[in-house]
């Protein structure tokens, strides 16, 4: 998984999640780029560069990885996930692949880590027709909720510390 981060012209730091089709265990969540490792990746981090250029066009040569972060285990599907900090230049053009991705989204940390758009939300899919209420924060009318919120819990205030240069 890589979470591609930049900073826009203003200077807020931002984040790149997509919107995966909905279709599959995850169809329909808020995620960073990110997939199962296959044969000819040599490393997780050789994974995550893969697929973010599968998924949204992301050229591995603009990625500057920055920092391996905590892996993730998501206990209902039993995913486990390696996520990577990497810098983007700001003006990547994005190009989808619409087999697995619905949108890019681009928040900033900032409207991300605020404590009071945190709260019980419902999640819909093709998946979860009625709903699912979860722990999440509200992106552009969806939800970014599960595994992603967990990568964010530690990741953002990070950012926001500045513990990295991006």
Do not use: K
């Amino acid at each position: 998984m890589l979470a591609p981060a930049f900073r826009d012209g203003d200077g807020r730091l931002r984040l790149v999640l997509i919107e995966r089709t909905d279709h599959g265990h995850h169809g329909g969540q808020l995620a960073f780029p990110g997939g199962r490792v296959e044969p000819g990746d040599e490393t997780r981090v050789a994974t995550a560069l893969r697929e973010a250029h599968e998924e949204i066009g992301l050229d591995p040569a603009l990625v500057e990885v920055i920092a391996e972060l905590p892996a993730v285990r998501s206990g209902p599907t039993e995913f486990e996930v390696f996520p990577f900090l990497g810098r983007i230049p700001r003006d990547v053009a994005f190009r989808l692949d619409p087999r697995e991705v619905v949108a890019v989204l681009t928040p900033s940390v900032e409207e991300l880590w605020d404590p009071a758009a945190r709260g019980e939300l419902r999640f819909t899919s093709s998946r979860w027709t009625e709903g699912l209420l979860v722990d999440g924060i509200p992106v552009d009318g969806r939800v970014l909720w599960g595994m992603t919120l967990r990568v964010l819990d530690d990741l953002a205030p990070r950012l926001l510390a500045g513990e990295w240069n991006v």
